[in-house]
């Protein structure tokens, strides 16, 4: 996202990227994050199935959607499992530890259920600054500033926390989770300064949080180009991460030492997900909403201004907008 207008408008340049996430059976330490093994039980789906449908034949897509009442809303996730959409609001500065970030609850008919489900400084609840978010089983992760916190995705209790404290995280963004359970969170490592104007510290990485809460740099360095949006491509078996500071759309596996740019765009990238084999980001740069076709990219929504972290509602075909300077959601039917 352009960050003169974050700051500005007290938002963030963050994006996230979310997976439909059911729990995966646990896994030994030893097996590939991006490999789903094939001699494990698998998790029990969901008591109504949700397909996903096959990638859009055209171009077009329909707003069908707005829902407002957010504040700088930066990520939107859809539970398949309780068929809601979560959606996190700073409330504030991007890097602010001020305790008031919610997280609200919308149905997908646009209905918020909850708007302050989990809210900081109530309940128990420390969140300053929500920015990613990804369900594994009943388990809601969020990427705050320099923690990753978890919540019960039907009660909003606090049920864990990780700090990175000892890695100095500067600027923790979007989330994926691999099917061992392992969870990957990007640092896009930028600050504002007392104007507005973007700093970049650095270093630019991915972290991995194991199953056993270790906390490891993945992978780190200029190559990444403040990385933004994370999402894992079941398919392709790796993850697909977009920069915020540049122009690619790159791949990458737990085994690389760098990532692959496998197409680039506009950029001021935010959110990316994968639908029907497909990589859709979001755009600061030209307020855009863009399909990958191997390099070649199709908008496919436009004139959508601080489109943050996206969403994808598989089930019925839908993207989910987070319009981060415009503290609404949109929702889009793609054809």
């Not at 963030?12 to 729990?23: E, G, H, K, L, S």
Request: hydrophobic letters at 40%; aromatic letters at 6%.
């Amino acid at each position: 996202m352009r960050a003169t207008i974050l700051c500005s408008t007290l938002a963030v340049v963050a994006a996230c990227q979310p997976i439909d996430r059911r729990r995966p059976a646990p896994q030994s330490s030893n097996t590939a994050d991006t490999t789903a093994p094939a001699d494990t039980q698998a998790p029990a789906p969901p008591p109504t199935p949700l397909p996903i449908p096959a990638p859009p034949t055209t171009s077009a897509a329909t707003k069908v959607g707005t829902v407002v009442g957010f504040l700088s809303p930066e990520s939107v996730l859809d539970d398949s499992a309780q068929d809601v959409y979560f959606v996190s609001s700073i409330n504030g500065e991007p890097l602010a530890k001020d305790n008031n970030g919610f997280i609200s609850r919308v149905r997908p008919d646009g209905a918020i259920e909850v708007l302050k489900f989990i809210e900081g400084g109530r309940s128990g609840v420390t969140l300053n600054a929500p920015k990613g978010l990804a369900v594994l089983g009943d388990t809601l992760w969020v990427a705050d500033i320099d923690v990753a916190r978890a919540f019960n995705a039907r009660t909003g209790v606090p049920v864990d926390s990780v700090k990175f404290d000892s890695l100095r995280a500067v600027f923790l963004n979007d989330i994926a989770i691999a099917p061992n359970g392992a969870i990957y969170i990007t640092d896009t490592g930028i600050r504002f300064d007392d104007v507005g104007n973007v700093l970049h510290p650095g270093p630019d990485r991915i972290f991995r949080v194991g199953p056993d809460r270790k906390v490891t740099v993945a992978v780190r360095g200029d190559s990444l180009g403040r990385p933004n949006g994370i999402a894992l491509d079941v398919v392709g078996r790796r993850f697909i991460v977009v920069q915020y500071g540049g122009k690619a759309v790159m791949a990458w596996k737990p085994s690389d030492k760098t990532p692959k740019v496998v197409a680039r765009g506009v950029g001021g990238f935010d959110g990316v997900e994968m639908i029907g084999g497909k990589i859709v980001v979001s755009s600061w740069t030209d307020s855009s909403i863009t399909r990958f076709d191997s390099t070649q990219g199709t908008k496919i929504i436009t004139g959508v201004p601080s489109p943050a972290d996206i969403g994808y509602d598989a089930k019925r075909n839908r993207l989910l907008i987070p319009v981060l300077t415009g503290n609404r959601l949109e929702i889009w039917q793609l054809q």
